[in-house]
């Protein structure tokens, strides 16, 4: 017994065919090819059929592919059977591995031919492709992946997607298909380039997959141990083509599905957020020069977003420090630190214990300093994501969450703090504020312009459908909100609540609009609307989620009195015409 298990273990550290076997001719190898012993020789005039040369095809067709096919079928046959027969004698059934092989390369052909997809799916064929990703050989599980890439391209896909997607069907949507992929994963040993490669190819068929049909992302992280995998790869120091691709795959299976968010922070056998922070630890103190890393550095924070979408991952967040984490990224002022900003923007919405957690960790000196141009180099605020704009609005939606979820919370203490912070430094940072106020609604008018001038155009066209669809409520307010409005709310936000809670600020803010033409009631205008639509929400809703449905009633609840106060502070508040503020 003990001399069988010594043999099989010889058998499979023999099993794999060197790369040099592959680039000779079949003469030559033939040549080099051992005397077959009696019994090899039966089994070979056994399977005489099995190694006929495959069809040589001019012109592919449905007849030469199901040659093909045939041919292919035979080869893994007969592999199989030399592997039963002769498994204590790798060399007696390496002819075999290569014949079959030089088949898989064989029906490379197919992918330029994407209307005959279908042929592989009535033949089985995809299966039986599928079947060889666990061959105990990895180069022929290899040629399986790069075959199955090819196969998958999303050019070829989406070229002829009635004959191509029932391909995708049958390689995705019921098992084994995705299982065998990602089983397959943990075998393949990185450090050989062949390894490496069947690696790639299998993130890019799952890519491919995602792109054509995206809800396939449930079934992935249903059926397969993806995540798992995907953070354990991700959390080396070590950067190369595959950990960027790893960053890029998660990124997208998390965007794609809400419930693989929640998958993700559900993990058992491995914590999926505390995985995730350390993978972005990584970068903390790092200085990142190369491009495709720095992405792979964006793609983990865009998964870290995705995770603060979901109240369940704000509080596995805090509970693994995650706060503590940012606020270091922060210090080290490297790459991450630019990442940083809009992923707070995601930790505090929404989150009341959140925002005390931000203002715990000294979160405060980073945001505002943020504020008035200070707190993170001008080269990452320009460098990440590839625009400045970005980190404004995400600081803007920070300070704005912290006033709002804390107002009047803890006896007012934080309120107050927050409050503190718009006066100190001759209202250094009010000013700020008013300043953004001016610009961004500079950039809504000009949004405003060009939806008017889409809508002159379509109405020029007279094009009543693309009018109707332009014209709908919910068109026009998403392409306002992106086109400034979105970033006008979280400044007024700001200045009534520096207004309602110092008066002295109410002066500032008038001043300072006055001198744009813009009167102190406008922040107000906005701040009602925003409200009227709030409830409108809450209205449909009609408290399907009941913790969303009670804090989206607190925040509109908490909104409405700060109207109120900030309308009783005007009428009760004489602001006289032309008046200077210090500083100015």
Not at 7 to 35: G, L, N
Not at 219 to 235: A, Q
Not at 262 to 283: F, M, N, P, S, W
Not at 355 to 364: A, H, M, Q, S
């Amino acid at each position: 017994m003990e001399t069988m298990e010594r043999e099989e273990e010889e058998v499979s550290k023999k099993r794999k065919v060197p790369d040099s076997f592959y680039d000779e001719d079949e003469d030559a190898v033939a040549t080099k090819r051992p005397a077959s012993s009696s019994s090899a020789a039966a089994v070979e005039e056994e399977d005489e059929e099995d190694d006929e040369e495959p069809p040589k095809i001019e012109q592919l067709d449905v007849q030469s592919l199901k040659q093909l096919l045939v041919s292919f079928e035979k080869k893994i046959t007969a592999n199989q059977k030399m592997r039963i027969k002769f498994a204590d004698d790798p060399e007696k059934f390496m002819q075999s591995e290569f014949e079959l092989h030089k088949e898989i390369e064989e029906l490379h052909v197919v992918a330029a031919s994407p209307e005959l997809y279908p042929i592989l799916v009535q033949t089985n064929a995809v299966n039986s492709i599928l079947g060889l990703l666990s061959h105990e050989n990895t180069d022929i599980s290899i040629a399986a992946i790069s075959l199955l890439q090819e196969l998958t391209d999303v050019d070829t896909i989406a070229e002829q997607q009635d004959h191509t997607l029932p391909f995708i069907h049958a390689l995705a949507k019921d098992p084994p298909g995705l299982e065998l992929l990602v089983q397959n994963l943990p075998r393949l040993d990185e450090t050989n380039n062949e390894d490496a490669q069947g690696v790639h190819d299998t993130f890019a068929i799952i890519e491919n997959i995602l792109e054509v049909q995206p809800a396939y992302a449930d079934d992935l992280c249903e059926r397969t141990g993806i995540l798992k995998f995907l953070l354990s790869r991700l959390n080396t120091k070590v950067f190369d083509d595959n950990k960027l691709y790893a960053s890029e795959l998660l990124s997208i299976i998390l965007q794609n599905s809400m419930e693989n968010v929640k998958r993700l922070i559900q993990l058992t056998d491995l914590d999926g957020v505390e995985t995730l922070l350390r993978c972005i630890a990584i970068y903390r103190r790092k200085h990142i020069e190369r491009q495709d890393e720095q992405e792979c550095c964006e793609n983990l924070f865009l998964s870290l977003f995705s995770v603060l979408l979901n109240h369940d991952g704000q509080m596995k967040f805090m509970e693994c420090e995650g706060f503590e984490l940012l606020m270091k990224c922060l210090e080290e002022q490297e790459y991450a630190a630019g990442c940083t900003i809009k992923c707070l923007s995601y930790a505090v919405m929404k989150n009341r214990a959140g925002c005390e957690r931000f203002i715990n960790v000294g979160g405060l000196k980073y945001i505002f300093a943020i504020l008035v141009g200070k707190g993170l180099k001008k080269s990452l605020r320009r460098k990440v994501s590839g625009e400045k704009r970005n980190v404004e609005e995400s600081a803007f939606s920070i300070i704005a969450a912290l006033c709002s979820q804390l107002y009047r919370h803890q006896e007012g203490d934080v309120s107050l703090r927050m409050a503190g912070k718009f006066v100190e430094g001759q209202f250094e940072k009010l000013k700020a504020c008013v300043d953004y106020y001016v610009k961004y609604r500079k950039v809504l008018a000009k949004t405003n312009e060009d939806l008017e001038r889409t809508r002159q155009l379509l109405i020029d066209a007279g094009d009543e459908d693309a009018l109707v669809d332009f014209e709908d409520e919910d068109n026009l307010l998403v392409q306002r909100l992106d086109g400034g409005l979105f970033v006008l709310q979280q400044l007024s936000i700001m200045l009534v609540f520096a207004v309602i809670m110092d008066k002295a600020c109410l002066h500032v803010v008038a001043a300072m609009l006055d001198t744009h033409n813009v009167t102190i009631d406008e922040p107000l205008e906005i701040l009602r609307d925003m409200i009227a639509t709030l409830k409108e929400e809450i209205a449909l809703d009609n408290g399907k989620d009941g913790k969303a449905h009670a804090d989206a009633l607190q925040y509109a609840e908490t909104l409405t009195g700060w109207a109120a106060a900030y309308d009783m502070l005007l009428d009760s508040e004489p602001i006289p015409d032309g008046e200077e503020v210090d500083g100015m």
